[in-house]
Nanobody, 118 residues
């Protein structure tokens, strides 16, 4: 069983920075894709950034140039560096790991709150 533990959320002023971390325990294999999503009340969870196992990364248009996703395969960790934060970045951020053993299985972290004050 894979378990994800997130950390790093908090309250920050607009223009500030935060770094989110997510550590996966259990066997995620060598081809897992790792992502960050966020959700605000009343809206669907949206993809913020993804790090594919092949090495490429992709970002939502709203965070391009401000957020950077990275991963450490030796630690089964994925990180999200968030710079120049805006009020609209406020939400609960979730770590997601897609594991590919006989098909795809998605695992989710518990979520961490990010609040950006304007």
């Amino acid at each position: 069983q894979v378990r994800l533990v997130e950390s790093g959320g908090g309250l920050v002023q607009a223009g500030g920075s935060l770094r989110l971390s997510c550590a996966a325990s259990g066997n995620i294999g060598s081809s897992a894709d790792m992502s960050w999503y966020r959700q605000v009340p009343g809206k669907q969870r949206e993809l913020v950034a993804v790090s594919l196992s092949r090495g490429s990364t992709h970002y939502a248009d709203s965070v391009k140039g401000r957020f950077t996703i990275s991963r450490d395969n030796t630690k089964n960790g994925v990180y999200l560096q968030m710079n120049n934060l805006k009020a609209e970045d406020t939400g609960v951020y979730y770590c997601n790991v897609a594991v590919y053993f006989a098909g795809r299985t998605d695992y989710w972290g518990q979520g961490t709150q990010v609040t950006v004050s304007s």
